[in-house]
């Protein structure tokens, strides 16, 4: 069955360290066993939700219109403009599962037709929310490191481990630490995706702090989390989403959340006759 990794992409960003992790290394991988158990040490660090009984959540959104205008418009920026006015009383909810995510108003959109400026931007920030949910999305599954039955190989370096993938739809070159923390890739799917990655300790496992993404038709785009507990879930509540391409930048926080979740259940694979 074909794979497929959704990755919310703005943008690239350089991987300066990556072409040294391309260097010949020992493998340390020498039987399918040595690679399933270290692929196994390496997934059990990490927090995620999808695999661990989440189905769903959706949450409303809330941003400081004022600090989002000073951002991205100068310190002049002033809400009380025609296209702030337009702008602000929009409310929105942000719909999540392991698919991505979809983002409605919860308030009628105005009229803008005498202001096509603000049309534009509100689609711009409608897409920024999206994105950095989605981009999300991915960490929280374990899609990023190989599914079965993907193919992969772990390779010793000097600075960690290299992990490569060769699947169906899909082949990239993972960067790990020695901590087998994710730390930077390659990822080759219908498009050429780069990837830097920042994870932190939680009470659940590690969670994504911040990452961004390279690819060849875009630009740069630069994600930050921080995390809420939403039915025993680690789910996230500030998210930041910086686009280099549209010079955009967008913080806003997760509220009112409410989870959907069922019941995990283990099955062992049958015995070998």
């Not at 300066?16 to 997934?43: G, H, R, W």
């Not at 702008?87 to 105005?110: C, H, M, N, W």
Request: proline share 6%; with cysteine.
């Amino acid at each position: 069955m074909r794979r497929y990794i959704v990755i919310a992409i703005l943008g690239t960003s350089c991987v300066s360290s990556f072409s040294q992790s391309l260097k010949v290394a020992p493998k340390i991988a020498k039987s399918p066993s040595d690679a399933e158990v270290l692929l196994a040490k390496t997934k059990v660090l990490y927090d995620t939700p999808f695999r661990s009984g989440l189905i769903s959540f959706s949450c409303s959104i809330d941003f400081d219109f004022a600090k989002y205008l000073k951002s991205n418009f100068g310190e002049a920026a002033r809400t009380d403009n025609p296209i702030a006015q337009l702008l602000e009383p929009i409310k929105y909810r942000i719909f999540v599962d392991r698919s991505g995510a979809t983002i409605s108003t919860q308030t009628k959109l105005p009229e803008f037709g005498q202001l096509p400026i603000a049309a534009q931007l509100e689609e711009s920030n409608r897409s920024l929310m999206q994105t950095g949910l989605s981009n999300w999305v991915p960490y929280a599954y374990g899609e990023v490191l190989p599914i079965a039955p993907t193919n992969y190989q772990f390779e010793k370096t000097p600075t960690g481990y290299n992990l490569s993938m060769d699947g169906q739809g899909i082949t990239g070159k993972l960067i790990l630490d020695p901590d087998l923390h994710l730390r930077e890739g390659v990822i080759e799917t219908s498009q050429h995706i780069e990837i830097t990655t920042k994870f932190v300790d939680a009470p659940k496992g590690l969670v994504l702090a911040a990452s961004s993404t390279d690819t060849d038709h875009a630009g740069v785009a630069r994600f930050t989390y921080t995390y809420q507990i939403i039915d025993g879930f680690q789910l996230p509540q500030h998210v930041g989403v910086a686009s280099e391409q549209n010079k955009m930048t967008l913080n806003f926080t997760l509220t009112d959340c409410k989870a959907q979740h069922g019941i995990v259940v283990h099955v062992a694979p049958p015995a070998k006759p």
